[in-house]
């Protein structure tokens, strides 16, 4: 009698069942993978708004952090180091006047890398609501005179104050009425202070 196919031996159902699980694990691979592909291709899409990490400032970038004691002896600190030196020897002159009424100088902010600047100026928007706002009390990378090392501000009040009545001994004025820590060289030394401007963005 002809027989079509081999008979079935224990020998060969086992291969059967090796066959059969191998096959299942494939497949289970497969699954696995294109499970991954495509939460992998979910993950590339969301990727700009989750991955992308946001600017944090740094001491390089002019950050002086709240509480830290800078002075303008801080050859060390990017924010002191990269004043125009004009402003700097100016207020180190009138910080030597004002230690004579027992007052010293902290620094609490100087140079500022434009990014640093654009930085705050969002902050400032997003602590106000509004751009027109904001602008009055942060100006813009191309117009903050902390960009270009011209700009200081300092405390505490006392400090201020001295500096509001003494600092155009030294040219040394506040130029914006809404922001009595922020001075520049706007005067020559013994000279008049000019009008102040209401805020940075006027
Ligand atoms: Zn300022």
Redo the contacts with the bound molecule.
């Keep these: 009698m002809f027989r079509s196919s081999a008979p079935v031996t224990p020998s060969t159902s086992r291969r059967r069942v090796v066959f059969v699980a191998v096959g299942a694990a494939i497949a289970a691979l497969l699954a696995a993978l294109v499970t991954a592909m495509v939460s992998g291709a979910f993950a590339a899409a969301v990727a700009p708004l989750t991955r992308s990490v946001p600017f944090s400032p740094s001491a390089e970038d002019g950050l002086i952090a709240a509480g830290e004691m800078v002075t303008l002896a801080d050859d060390d600190v990017p924010a002191i180091a990269r004043l125009n030196p004009a402003l700097r020897e100016a207020m180190q002159d009138a910080e030597t006047d004002a230690a004579v009424e027992a007052l010293s100088f902290q620094i609490t ?1 100087g140079w500022r890398s434009p990014e640093y600047q654009e930085w705050l100026l969002q902050e400032a928007v997003d602590l106000y609501g509004s751009e027109e706002v904001a602008r009055q009390f942060v100006a813009t990378p191309e117009r903050s ?2 960009v270009t090392g011209d ?3 300092i405390g505490p009040i006392d400090a201020q104050f001295w500096l509001i009545e003494h600092g155009s001994r030294f040219g040394i004025c506040q130029t914006y009425a809404n ?1 009595r ?2 001075f520049e060289l706007a005067t020559v030394p013994g000279g008049v202070c000019p009008e102040m401007r209401a805020d940075a963005a006027s």
């Design positions: 902010s005179t902390h700009g200081i501000d922001e820590w922020h």
